[in-house]
């Protein structure tokens, strides 16, 4: 198995809690134009099925990034992943990332699926350094403030 991408000092990583839900809904907000309600990372968290993480910032414990995967079977699927624009471009999203691969692959998973808007060319390009693999399209998936955008299906396996 590869060894996990570091954290840059400062940050830690760490499983998300029911309390963390309302700040996971607001970077949510931040981030996507159809973003999760506070209600649904509040289901992912009690849910067996999923694996939910959130990334925190060592020195005021704020919650600036999260993912969640889910886990169903011998399939895994990242659901949604975010890190606040200010911390961007720091390894964080790639560290996240690489922790969702391992657990699902550790849990029994063969495969780990996931949708990107097409126009999400970080996103793109950090999926493919992880080994993901483009697998079709979803036309028009994201409703998006300037009308409906592709989404691009990207997959991987654990072998």
Do not use: K
Request: a positive charge.
């Amino acid at each position: 198995m590869d060894p996990l991408p570091p954290l840059p000092p400062g940050y830690r990583v760490r499983w998300m809690r029911p309390e963390d839900a309302a700040h996971a809904a607001a970077l949510s907000r931040a981030s996507f134009d159809l973003p999760w309600a506070e209600e649904h990372f509040q289901y992912e968290v009690r849910n067996p099925l999923s694996r939910a993480w959130v990334v925190e910032e060592m020195a005021n414990g704020q919650v600036v990034g999260f993912l969640i995967l889910w886990l169903v079977a011998d399939q895994a699927e990242i659901a949604t992943v975010a890190i606040a624009a200010e911390h961007r471009r720091r390894g964080l999203a790639r560290h996240l990332v690489a922790r969702a691969v391992r657990e699902a692959c550790a849990q029994g998973a063969r495969q780990i699926d996931l949708e990107v808007r097409v126009d999400n060319h970080a996103a793109i390009a950090l999926y493919r350094a992880l080994g993901f693999r483009e697998a079709g399209r979803r036309r028009g998936y994201y409703q998006t403030a300037q009308g409906p955008t592709d989404a691009l299906r990207m997959q991987r396996s654990c072998s």
